[in-house]
């Protein structure tokens, strides 16, 4: 029974990640687009689904994994996240510099872009703390709040602005992986606060 569902939570993975990726793949905005522009599109897509994977691998949810081999991953796939957002950002600066200099200045006349660059932000922030967490070993308490308060930033303007676009990703696949990478991260985070908690009160 347990290797049963392990497959089938594995094969629900799978499809949370692919469903909406093959969705956008067959969307008719495609074919008015430049290649550079959809490669920043899909780039992401992938750093959305990333964002569900990442908190099944800091909690150690994913069966067959250990949970220090599924944070070690979990350190992996936050750079391959970091490198997706790039992608998106850069992308889009190649087709349209002046879209992306409002963005950053917060000028946009479209509201999900002030929400993708403040999730832009704070993923860079969070990848950044993130490698000052053995410099850090004396104050982990301090680390953790921190790290996790950005990426629950990351993820919520993530949605948000994932959300407010009306482009290549279906609707129905792309609101269900929003709603799932939010209930994974929050989830996590509770789960390792309760942790963290009993083993404060253990010391």
Known sequence: MSRIR?????????????VPIAAAATSTL??????IYIAGGFAGIVAMALMLLQPLLAGGYLPGLS??????IHRWTGSFLVIAVAVHVLALWIT??????????????TPFAAWGVIAMWAAFAAALLAL??????????LWRRGH?????????????????????????????LCAFVIAT?????ADLRAWAGRSNRGA
């Open 96 to 109: 349209s510099p002046p879209d992306v200099i409002d963005a950053l200045l917060f000028v946009s006349p």
């Open 67 to 72: 949970t220090f081999g599924g944070r070690r």
């Open 6 to 18: 392990s497959t089938l939570a594995w094969l629900a993975l799978l499809l949370a990640i692919a």
């Open 148 to 176: 996790t308060a950005l990426v629950v930033v990351t993820v919520l303007g993530s949605v948000v602005h994932a959300m407010l676009i009306e482009g290549t990703m279906e609707k129905l696949s792309k609101t269900l």
């Open 185 to 189: 991260t929050l989830k996590t985070v």
């Open 30 to 35: 495609l074919e008015w687009r430049d290649p």
């Open 132 to 141: 000052f967490r053995h410099r850090m070993r004396a104050h982990l308490r």
